[in-house]
């Protein structure tokens, strides 16, 4: 019986993981569409972050945003997709896990959400400002702070739809929550 839990908790994190690549690899094939912050994307896999932080232990939402970060760089990016994408995940899921502490009567998921949105745009500047060896990039943050708000109340009125209409997702953030 336990052996069949682990099996089923192994092909959740595994399916996850699998649709937040497939989620970023398609979203890169979309052309950016905020012409007043180049590069700036909705970042759709961060959908999975977030039913993932709801339905999943620590170390299994770690497991799934390392995973999903270091294969969809592999299979649709290069060595800086990595950087950036890392650093932004990094900030983004520290971010989340401390909000979310807060409660749900404090923060809702959207909340939640909306940090990571700002949180993985910072994260992003930062490695770019290591790059370019200037924190001026970091004047590039209001713009994208914007931009991280909106994507973020995006993202989380998706998931949480999501965690609320899929049963199999209600299930496993009903076991989260217990």
């Known amino acids: 019986m336990k052996q069949n839990l682990t099996l089923k908790k192994m092909l959740f994190i595994s399916l996850l993981t699998a649709q937040g690549i497939i989620l970023s690899l398609l979203e890169q094939a979309i052309p950016f569409p905020f012409a007043f912050a180049p590069g700036a994307k909705l970042g759709v896999a ?91 990039v970091l004047l590039y943050l209001p713009a994208m702070s914007i931009v991280g708000i909106f994507a973020g109340i995006a993202i989380g009125i998706s998931a949480n739809y999501a965690l609320n209409h899929v049963k199999i997702l209600k299930t496993y953030r009903e076991k989260q929550e217990m």
């Open 46 to 136: 961060n959908i999975i972050t977030v039913i993932g932080l709801y339905t999943l232990s620590l170390q299994e939402v770690v497991l799934v945003v390392l995973l999903r970060t270091l294969l969809t760089a592999l299979l649709g990016g290069t060595f800086s997709t990595l950087l950036y994408s890392s650093a932004g995940a990094t900030f983004s899921l520290l971010g989340m896990l401390l909000i979310k502490q807060l409660g749900p009567k404090r923060v809702s998921l959207i909340g939640v959400s909306a940090t990571g949105g700002i949180l993985h745009n910072f994260g992003q500047l930062v490695i770019a400002s290591f790059i370019a060896k200037s924190w001026t």
